[in-house]
Nanobody
Framework: QVQLVESGGGLVQAGGSLRLSCKASGSIFNINAMGWYRQAPGKRREMVATIGSGGTINYLSSVKCRFTVSRDSAKNTLWLQMDSLKPEDTAVYYC??????????????WGQGTLVTVSS
């Protein structure tokens, strides 16, 4: 089992910055990729940024050049630095971990989410 706990959300004005953190615990040795997802009211959850165990990073096109994802494997922590925030970024942000099953498959672990609200 893997448990994820996010923190760092809050209310900021457009153009401001925020940094989210995600602490993983449990069977962390089985974690492969990790990432951030978000869900705005009335919309489906979407991928924001992911980072693989080898360091490969992918971003949602609308957040490229504004958001930076990083991973501290030693501390089992995932970060998301968000700069130049826009009202469209308002959503609940969730931490995700792809956990290997040992059968060349994986299962997703999710955090409880942290709310980010960007005012105009």
């Amino acid at each position: 089992q893997v448990q994820l706990v996010e923190s760092g959300g809050g209310l900021v004005q457009a153009g401001g910055s925020l940094r989210l953190s995600c602490k993983a615990s449990g069977s962390i040795f089985n974690i492969n990729a990790m990432g951030w997802y978000r869900q705005a009211p009335g919309k489906r959850r979407e991928m924001v940024a992911t980072i693989g165990s080898g360091g490969t990073i992918n971003y949602l096109s609308s957040v490229k050049c504004r958001f930076t994802v990083s991973r501290d494997s030693a501390k089992n922590t995932l970060w998301l630095q968000m700069d130049s925030l826009k009202p469209e970024d308002t959503a609940v942000y969730y931490c995700n971990a792809a956990v290997g099953t040992g059968l060349l498959g994986s299962v997703d672990a999710w955090g409880q989410g942290t709310l980010v609200t960007v005012s105009s």
